[in-house]
């Protein structure tokens, strides 16, 4: 029997496929057809590499490497497709990565995946002419947690240790993060599911080892940050946001951690509700073209 949790995430891709089906793809951006980093045959381990037609293969692009959002439960490559068709066509190279979802692989199985399209990045570079020098990452609600995650992973090894991996194969110069949701306890707000689901989540994130896991005390972003060293954050988010309460939180840790952060938080004087990751979903959007620039002036003020 399927729980609330995959019926309420099928919705959704319902609902995504519906608007992706309605908007235009962004002109002038040559999109990769999907390029496995890992050789297993499994068909959420491959990525995609998106640039202006302009280019041409002709120079190294700066690169941003995009994870997805969508509840660590569901997402492809389709989902943020169009959002970094967009990035690129401000002359990028935008690397968009997929991984393994709840409930088949647990939160150490996605954070090894990451770990592996890093690798063949670093690996294939050169030929795929992408500019580690300037290299940046982003994530968007769930994705904004397992870069950051990431992040921390690469900075501590005891973290690295407990997840399985080695340090990070990518020097990532900045981070931008949409809407985060970076707290998995509670994960969703309340009333919304309540404690149920929360407890569901847990037991998915930790997988068979159960709270055995090595990695159960080292989930959420609150418990990893002490100690780590960031890249400049730009933290991205909106009044309207069903779950702001996780931008809210996120923004007091980067403050008592120290870290070097900017935010860019839409009030509700916009003429229309800017909600959950309303930039990558409505990338075309007036808001969200004005959000996405700034994330790209951020990623380039902090590229040296």
């Known amino acids: 029997m399927e729980s609330t949790l995959t019926r309420l ?3 959704i891709e319902d609902a995504d496929q519906k608007r992706i089906e309605t908007q235009k793809r962004v ?7 999907p390029i496995a980093y890992l050789n297993d045959g499994n068909p959420l381990h491959v990525l995609s590499i ?7 293969g002709q120079i190294t692009l700066p690169v941003i490497v995009d994870i997805h959002g969508g509840g660590h439960m569901y997402g492809d490559l389709l989902v943020n497709r169009n959002y970094c068709e967009y990035l690129a066509s401000q002359g990028f190279a935008v690397v968009n990565i997929c991984y393994r979802l709840l409930p088949e ?10 770990w592996a399209a890093f690798g063949w990045l670093a690996q294939h570079a050169s030929e795929e002419l992408l500019d580690l020098q300037h290299c940046f990452i982003t994530g968007d609600s769930a994705g904004a947690h397992l870069s950051m995650l990431a992040l921390c992973i ?8 407990i997840y399985g991996t080695t340090g990070l194969p990518l020097n990532f110069k900045a981070l931008a993060v949409s809407c ?6 509670p994960y969703y707000a309340p009333g919304l599911f309540g404690t149920r689901a929360d407890v569901e989540m847990r ?10 896991a090595p990695w159960a005390p080292y989930m959420s972003i609150s418990e990893v940050l002490p100690g780590a060293t960031l890249p400049p954050v730009l933290v991205i988010g909106s009044a309207g946001d069903s779950l702001k309460f996780q931008t809210q939180a996120l923004l007091e840790l980067l403050k008592n951690n120290g870290c070097q952060y900017k935010t860019l938080i839409w009030d509700n004087k916009s003429d229309k509700v800017l909600g959950h990751v309303f930039n990558i979903g409505f990338w075309d959007q007036k808001e969200s073209l004005e959000t ?9 003020t902090n590229a040296d």
């Open 292 to 300: 996405n620039d700034a994330m790209l002036d951020f990623f380039l």
């Open 180 to 185: 985060p949701v970076t707290n998995l306890a």
């Open 50 to 56: 998106s640039r202006p037609k302009s280019n041409a």
């Open 154 to 161: 690469g900075s501590k090894t005891e973290l690295q240790q």
């Open 27 to 33: 002109p002038d951006v040559e999109t990769s057809r």
């Open 203 to 212: 037991q998915m994130f930790l997988g068979k080892q159960g709270e055995n």
């Open 9 to 11: 995430w099928k919705h």
């Open 105 to 114: 692989v647990d939160l150490a199985g996605m954070i090894q995946d990451l």
